[in-house]
């Protein structure tokens, strides 16, 4: 490639080395660095719709929409004057407020099998809390977690966790002590007869099996027909709580999230991203009966100085009432990810190159495999180098994928049929040259 053709990431180059003096790595997150594909984070300033603009001024069409929230796109107008209007009225009150309650009355008139609702403020803390809650309510200590799913990153759950520890190939985390991940139990994704395993081995101790119902943490992984229907059979069989972790799928694939797209029922259910609009938002939810072990009903202790926090609600809110009050939006989300599936297909079909593409609703990932990828193990073993240096190509054309092949792709409602075909002629382009 000409060094002409490059882009000018200067600025970033500045911001990255002076971040990394004060921030370990440069970033807050570790899935922000570029460490897997090589190369230097861009540094944000500014994002509308489905572009994301640096602080070199480049203009990239977005594929990660802050890994899920931003799923109308970036600066929803709707969503930022809500969030404005509010903030007048002070930033938050640690007591209750009538918003809590609409947005626990909107969750639950939207999501299945969800009586009771608590609001946290991330993902990984309505995990925790779900588990905790699951061994509370069963009195059982050990569970069942997929490879390359990632449930947040509270200490149980930090065992063949997919997203950055997989991009980074972390096996083992210091600090993690054997005891907090002794009762964690792991199973290939879409592998029944390993759980059936699992459940007789230690039959009677298992509180929970906790799953991404459509996993996003290992690229795109698509549960086969009957896998999830056998695990709830087989929870309701052994007396075992059955959690869906939709922090990506929950008002992603559907309003009612991936239990109604896949007609599902779990026992707890876990959100985060799109709930938040943007804003630091988790919730777990579920049947009254389990639900009422939370303290203060119950003696299962949980709390948070900022849960409920009225700005976070607001933006949660909005973000919610625009998803439910208009169903085309998810329809439209489908068929531009089914375009740019058909698209991409076609590209690499022409390229030569073996590839499997994977996609559910929003979600899609490109592996560059020769055979199906249905677990971490078929993910990992994708010539993932090849994942990098495409990435590159892409982001030097304005395309902003995931910077590893162990993600999902997040399409938005705000990716118009342009952007869709700006992206495809650069991914001709990208692997003409790759
Ligand atoms: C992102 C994610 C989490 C963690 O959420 P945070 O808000 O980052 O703590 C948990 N589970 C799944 C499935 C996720 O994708």
């Not at 990810?337 to 022409?350: F, Q, R």
Request: glycine share 10%; with cysteine.
């Amino acid at each position: 490639m000409q060094r002409t053709d490059m882009m000018n990431n200067s600025r970033s180059h500045e911001l990255f080395e002076r971040a990394q003096l004060t921030i370990p790595g440069g970033v807050n997150s570790p899935v922000r660095a570029f460490k897997s594909v090589g190369g230097t984070p861009l540094f944000m300033t500014h994002a509308k719709g489905a572009y994301m603009y640096d602080a070199d001024g480049n203009r990239y069409i977005d594929y990660i929409n802050s890994w899920g929230p931003m799923i109308m796109g970036h600066a929803w107008d709707a969503v930022v004057s809500a969030i404005q209007e509010r903030a007048a009225f002070s930033t938050s009150f640690g007591a209750p407020t009538e918003l809590e309650i609409e947005m626990a009355e909107l969750i639950t008139s939207m999501a299945p099998n969800i009586d009771m609702v608590r609001m946290v403020s991330s993902g990984t803390e309505a995990c925790m809390s779900a588990l905790r809650l699951a061994r509370g309510y069963t009195g059982r200590n050990k569970f069942i977690k997929f490879e390359g799913c990632y449930h947040g990153h509270a200490d149980a759950f930090l065992v063949k966790a997919g997203s950055g520890l997989a991009t980074f190939n972390i096996q083992t985390v210091p600090g993690v002590t054997a005891g907090a991940s002794m009762d964690t139990l792991t199973a290939p994704y879409n592998d029944l007869l390993a759980v059936k395993q699992l459940t007789h081995d230690n039959k009677g101790e298992i509180a929970a099996i906790i799953i991404e119902p459509v996993a996003g943490n290992m690229g795109c992984i698509v549960p086969q027909p009957g896998f999830l229907e056998g695990l709830r059979a087989l929870c309701d069989e052994e007396g075992i709580l059955l959690i869906f972790d939709e922090v990506m799928t929950g008002f992603r694939l559907a309003a009612g999230g991936a239990q109604e797209r896949l007609g599902i029922n779990a026992d707890l259910v876990t959100y985060g991203k799109v709930i938040g609009g943007g804003m630091p938002v988790g919730a777990f939810g579920g049947r009254q009966d389990i639900m009422e072990r939370i303290a203060p009903l119950g003696n299962v202790y949980q709390a948070g100085t900022l849960s409920g926090n009225p700005i976070a609600m607001i933006a949660g809110y909005t973000m919610l009432k625009t998803l439910r009050n208009n169903p085309g939006i998810y329809e439209a989300l489908d068929n531009t990810t089914k375009a740019i599936h058909i698209g991409m297909e076609d590209a690499l079909k022409a390229s030569g190159r073996p590839f499997v593409i994977n996609r559910f609703g929003s979600m899609i990932s490109v592996h560059f495999s020769e055979k199906p990828v249905n677990n971490f193990a078929d993910a990992a073993a994708a010539d993932n180098a090849t994942f990098n240096k495409f990435f590159h190509l892409m982001l030097n054309k304005g395309i902003y994928l995931p910077p590893s092949a162990f993600e999902t792709w997040f399409v938005s409602h705000a990716i118009s049929a342009a952007d869709v075909e700006a992206t495809l002629l650069a991914a001709r382009e990208s692997l003409a040259v790759l």
